[in-house]
Nanobody
């Protein structure tokens, strides 16, 4: 499965962006789908995901209440609505798909397929 991520850009603090992830030539059926991010000089870290087992969202504490992940099965996309963005949210955002289960939902190693990344820059 090849993933295409889009929607990044540059905004001021307090602004919003919407990221989208879609599989090319395939489907998300059977996969958990998540968003991770990597800031300069830091490791890739979990942001949010929808588990395949129960279709529920899971979030890192740093984005709870500000970000919303949604899975649109009709359009075969997974979206990340990011509100009240902060400079600390600046990073390259990656979508991933894999056989992650609830206990591994936040581990990047549980995702076998990745998109190319989309840059989000939040200025103060």
């Amino acid at each position: 499965v090849q993933l295409q991520a889009s929607g990044g850009g540059a905004v001021q603090a307090g602004g919003f962006l919407r990221l989208s992830c879609a599989p090319s030539g395939g489907t998300f059926r059977g996969y958990s789908v998540g968003w991770f991010r990597q800031a300069p000089g830091k490791e890739r870290s979990f942001v949010a995901a929808v588990a395949n087992s129960n279709m529920r969202p899971y979030y890192d504490d740093s984005v709870k209440g500000r970000f919303t992940i949604s899975r649109d099965n009709a359009k075969n996309t997974v979206n990340l609505q990011m509100n009240r963005l902060e400079p600390e949210d600046t990073a390259v955002y990656y979508c991933g798909a894999g056989r992650a289960i609830i206990s591994t939902i936040s581990r990047s190693s549980a995702y076998g397929y990745w998109g190319q990344g989309t840059l989000v820059t939040v200025s103060s």
